[in-house]
C-alpha cells in the first residue's frame, strides 16, 4: 500500500468525521442560542401600553452560568413609535439597585417579533434568581409599545408582575421571553447532553451516556469510511 493509499485510508475518513462533528457542534449551539427554542408557548396576548407609570416585570431562575441576553416579543401596536423604553435586570422585581441597566428606542420594535437585551456575561448566573423590568415612562399612548405575553404558566420557575397594565385583567401568566447564555464548546456539550438525559430512565438519563454514544458514533463512521475507502481502491 503506497502513501497515497494510506492517506486517503486514515486521513480522508478523519476529515468526514470532522466535518460531521463540526456539524453537529453547530447545531448544538443553535440549540442553545435560538430565541425560539426556550420561548414559551401557549396562547399569548399583549399586556397593553407601556406608559407612564406602567410596569412588567417577569421573574426567573437563570439555568446555566454566562446569563448574557433576554430575549422578550415585543410589538409595535402596528405603528411607527419612537422615543425611549428602558430594561432592567433585578434580583428581584422590586430591588433597589438594578444589576443590568438598558435604553432602546421605540423605533426598533417591530411587529410580533423577537427584541433582545444585550449586556456582559454574568459569570455565576446559574441558579440565581432574577427579575427583568420594561418600562417606558415618558411614552404616550399614541407611541407606546406592548410585550406579549402568554395566557398558560407556561414558565413554571417565574412569573409575570405587572404594575398598572392591563394584562393583569386578562390573566398573563408570563411574558414570551427567552434567556441566552454564552458557554464553552463543552459546557455547551454538557447542556444539551442535561437535555436529552431530562425525564428519562436508566441509562438514558446520565447525560454521559450520550457523549459515550457520540463517541461510538464517530468510531464506526471512521471504521466505516475507512473500510469504503480501502474497498474502492481494490
Known sequence: MGVSTRWKSHVLPLLIGSLV???FI???NKTLSDPEAGAPRGEREGIGELVA?????QTFVAQYDGLHRVVVKLDNLGRENSGPFAFALRTAPDADQNLVSLTHDA???GSHAYHTFGFAPISDSAGQHYSFCLEAPKAGLDSAITAIGTLEDTYPDGQVVFRDMWGA?????????SL???LSPWK????????LAANKPFLCGRAW????LGIVYLALLYKLLQSTTLWGQK
Open 21 to 23: 462533528l463540526l456539524v
Open 26 to 28: 453547530i447545531g448544538v
Open 53 to 57: 407609570t406602567s410596569r412588567a416585570c
Open 107 to 109: 423605533s426598533t420594535v
Open 169 to 177: 385583567r386578562a390573566g398573563v401568566q408570563d411574558l414570551d421571553f
Open 180 to 182: 441566552m447564555y454564552r
Open 188 to 195: 455547551k456539550l454538557a447542556a444539551l447532553g442535561a437535555r
Open 209 to 212: 451516556f450520550y457523549g459515550f
